[in-house]
């Protein structure tokens, strides 16, 4: 997996606020299915009604736990990614409408990943690209992507969790990105590791650990 997505998006003035606004939002998910039709080969149809549920939901969700960006920005900012992964994933809005095989190096290496799963693949990209764009933008870099994230063995546990259940995307985004995932309370801010050290350093007080992957 790449940043490919990074480059559509990463010249958009004020990303990160303008995403929050939902013809921005279908327009921008747009230009990722438009992506991975011509990068990978993969065409979807979109339920506009199933894509609108999924940012209501994600804007209601990110909207509540939105102070704990001031307590660390960076790491909030791909939790907020997580959680839009996580009803975009619920919600279901693509259905794979035809593949052509494509011969490039990134279709090629990715190949096996994205036929598993292309619509997880295609709301992943999404994530990890609008992430990117909005690194680039607020902090001049793009955090790295793990190996993991290309490994088929990864998106098969991927797939099977988020199935049981959709909380589950915001820690596996967080593994791909090499963050350190919570696989107790995913959707809560308030338990990420990386909040927790802000406001132990802040403020004092306990740390709660989450860190045990689930089965599969």
Not at 157 to 173: D, H, I, R
């Amino acid at each position: 997996m790449d940043f490919l997505f990074r480059d559509e998006l990463v010249n958009t003035p004020d990303l990160r606020h303008r995403l929050r606004r939902l013809r921005w939002f279908r327009m921008a998910f747009r230009k990722n299915v438009a992506l991975i039709a011509g990068h990978y080969g993969y065409r979807f149809v979109i339920d506009e009604t199933k894509l609108t549920a999924a940012f209501l939901n994600w804007i209601e969700t990110v909207e509540q736990q939105k102070s704990f960006s001031r307590i660390d920005r960076k790491d909030f900012i791909i939790f907020a990614a997580g959680l839009v992964l996580k009803e975009l994933i619920a919600e279901a809005p693509a259905r794979v409408e035809g593949h052509t095989p494509q011969t490039n190096a990134d279709a090629t290496e990715m190949a096996d990943i994205i036929a598993f799963w292309p619509e997880g693949f295609l709301y992943t990209n999404f994530c990890v690209g609008t992430i990117a764009a909005i690194y680039e933008q607020e902090f001049g870099t793009a955090p790295q992507i793990a190996s993991c994230a290309n490994d088929l063995r990864t998106w098969w546990s991927y797939k099977e969790n988020v199935t049981e259940m959709p909380g589950y995307a915001v820690a596996f985004l967080d593994k791909f990105l090499g963050a350190e995932p919570n696989w107790v309370m995913p959707n809560l801010a308030s338990a990420r590791s990386a909040i927790q050290r802000a406001l132990i350093a802040s403020k004092g007080g306990s740390r709660l650990t989450a860190t045990t992957p689930p089965t599969g």
